[in-house]
């Protein structure tokens, strides 16, 4: 059975920086695809950042390019992402995902590419 557990989320300044880290346990969690997604309150859920199992591959959402930036240990079995600039609009439950994927290069920003699941963690961006 494949866990993810989110963590690093806090409240910050406009501005400040934050990293996530996920935790996944996994058998071969370097055949696993993986990625950030995100919720703000009143909204649906929205890609965040994407990464290839071989972490060649990297996809971002407009909204977080030049600012984010996902990355994964695959002998530590955890994901990253890093956050700087943040902005109020920032403000969300952050959510990891992963997925077996057969090929090393393939990334994807659809989380109906992704069968595994985080219980999430708090991001607060205050002004």
């Known amino acids: 059975q494949v866990q993810l557990v989110e963590s690093g989320g806090e409240l910050v300044q406009t501005g400040g920086s934050l990293r996530l880290s996920c935790s996944v346990s996994a058998r071969s969690f370097g055949n696993y695809r993986t990625a950030w997604f995100r919720q703000a309150p009143g909204k649906e859920r929205e890609s965040v950042a994407a990464?290839?199992?071989?972490?060649?591959?990297?996809l971002y959402a407009d909204s977080v390019k030049g600012r984010f930036t996902i990355s994964r240990d695959n002998a530590k079995n955890t994901i990253f992402l890093q956050m700087n600039s943040l902005k109020p609009e920032d403000t969300a439950v952050y959510y990891c995902?992963?997925?077996?994927?057969?090929?090393?290069?393939?990334?994807?920003?659809?989380?109906?590419?992704?069968?595994?699941w985080g219980q999430g963690t708090q991001v607060t961006v205050s002004s």
């Open positions: 995902a992963a997925d077996y994927s057969i090929s090393g290069a393939y990334v994807s920003l659809d989380e109906s590419m992704y069968l595994h």
């Open positions: 990464i290839s199992r071989n972490g060649e591959k990297i």
